[in-house]
């Protein structure tokens, strides 16, 4: 047995969380996707049969009231809240994460209020956030700036309205620095809005903590809601009171059903809800986020690491020098919870993979992905993944 694989085992031995693994629906597969869909939680196909059949089926509109549906958004919203570090009744559950986006954008653009023109976009954004970002420009009449992470800093102007960043660069998995970037915006004046799609559920963000303004991310992710599962909005509590959301549907009426013909917006998180909320989703998310009840997520960062440590060392090891570069930080400050490796022919190296029983995914033009879900993934399984890819690319080997 080779020494990485014995140094695994032991690994796996001692790892606190290796019993959530239980709780997923999985099989021989190193699934190292999660990044992009989170696997099944295995409470999730009962209460979705609930939710039909007898919920839906026989309570049918009692539903509502007695099933607690018309307050899942909010409810949801609390449950995600420790993971983000926000306190409760700050983050709403509905709609997808680009119009969320929508709605944090266009909100940061109105409270920032007069004198205030420009928003500042990562220009390495996941693309729905820069459409997105640039039809918000439009319709506040402010300019778009796209800028890298490192050039906002310097971007930051008495014109600066808003800037929207990522808190992990979806295609290299680099962790930006939320603390000291939001810090940089508060002093120009801005509101900073913070997509989380890619480290809400592998790391600590600390929205309160910050006092980030505005954000948004999606639960289909690290959060494994399922695909399509709705996403979330958070608003700082200061801010809630002033946010004026460019959707403002009857479920963020303070009376919903007073069918009034004047808007009168609703105090706190669900001022950020549209319209009738997708509830065989929204209930499939929540019976998702129960394998968090016990889990804090220090512990989920720390193992994260490890397992990205980890592969880094197996890839090196194994992999034919020259063959693969990392194109993820090797500092520990500056990385999430996946490793980006850039490979010729990534494409036909990924599917081959994926054949062998090893998922991760290809990202355009170049580059292999590879996600690390630690509340079911293992460090023989990175062992294991490491050792395919090096045979993948290693053919004459056998
Ligand atoms: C996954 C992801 C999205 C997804 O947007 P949807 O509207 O949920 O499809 C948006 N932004 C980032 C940065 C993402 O990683």
């Known amino acids: 047995m080779s020494e990485l694989l014995v140094r695994a085992e032991k690994l796996d031995a001692s790892d606190e969380l290796a019993a959530k693994r239980a709780e997923f629906v999985l099989d021989e597969t190193v699934y190292l996707d999660g990044n992009s869909l989170g696997a099944l939680p295995a ?48 983050i709403v559950v509905g709609d997808s994460t680009s119009v969320n986006l929508f709605k944090a954008l266009v909100g940061a653009v109105r409270l920032a209020g007069e004198g205030r023109d420009e928003i500042v976009v990562d220009a390495t954004t996941f693309p729905t956030d820069g459409y997105i970002a640039e039809s918000a420009a439009r319709l506040t009449g402010c300019t778009l700036r796209p800028v890298t992470p490192a050039e906002v800093p310097e971007a930051l102007s008495a014109r600066t309205a808003a800037v929207l ?51 948004v991310g999606c639960t289909y992710k690290y959060l494994n809601g ?38 009168e917006p609703a105090a706190g998180a669900l001022r950020g809800r549209v319209g009738t909320p997708d509830i065989l989703s929204m209930l499939a998310l929540e019976a998702a986020l129960e394998v968090w009840d016990d889990v804090p997520i220090e512990a989920v960062r720390a193992k994260s690491l490890a397992l990205t440590d980890f592969f880094l060392e197996c890839v090196a090891e194994y992999v034919p020098p020259g063959r693969v570069e990392s194109l993820t930080p090797a500092a520990h400050a500056e990385r999430g919870s996946q490793v980006a490796l850039r490979c010729d022919e990534a494409g036909p190296v990924m599917k081959r993979l994926i054949e062998r029983g090893v998922v991760g995914d290809f990202r355009h033009p170049d580059v292999l992905r590879f996600g690390f879900t630690p509340l079911y993934v293992g460090f023989a399984d990175v062992e294991r993944a490491a050792r395919v890819l090096a045979e993948t690319l290693s053919p004459a080997r056998g």
């Open 226 to 263: 399922g695909p399509g599962s709705p996403a979330y909005l958070y608003v700082r509590h200061d801010h809630q009171a002033r946010f004026d959301s460019p959707l403002p549907g009857w479920n963020s009426h303070a009376e919903p059903f007073g069918m009034r013909t004047d808007y």
């Open 43 to 90: 409470a999730v196909p009962d209460r979705v049969a609930d939710v039909v059949r007898r919920q839906w089926g026989a309570l049918r509109i009692r539903s509502w009231d007695e099933s607690g549906w018309w307050t899942a958004p909010e409810r949801i919203g609390d449950r995600i809240a420790p993971l983000v570090g926000a306190a409760a009744g700050r």
């Open 165 to 215: 960043l990522n808190h992990v660069d979806y295609r290299t998995g680099r962790l930006h620095d939320l603390p000291a970037l939001t810090a940089a915006i508060h002093a120009s004046g801005a509101l900073a809005v913070w997509d989380l799609c890619h480290s809400a559920g592998a790391l600590p963000v600390g929205l309160d903590e910050h006092g980030v303004d505005l954000a």
